[in-house]
């Protein structure tokens, strides 16, 4: 289960994902034609899905300490993907 979501993410883990992208997206230029409160909704958005991402591997980690892991690992690494998929849309947006 942990093989197929790092072969989701190019054989890193959703927090090692989440480090690389977290530094350089806060640090974007400013959106064209965005104001500051939107470029801070946008930052604000980006934050809040790293963090869904960061409690559900977290959330994984443990149930698979548990002896687990099998039972969560097929929802959470769908919900995982979903989320790293909305924040490329949201970077998408922002370029």
Known sequence: DELAMRNQLSGKTAEEVLREQAVPMRRQRPVVGCSAPEEEQMARMR???ADEIAERQDFLD???????GNQYAPQLNAEIAERMADLRRLENLAA
């Open 47 to 49: 934050d809040d899905i």
């Open 62 to 68: 443990q149930m698979i300490a548990a002896g687990r």
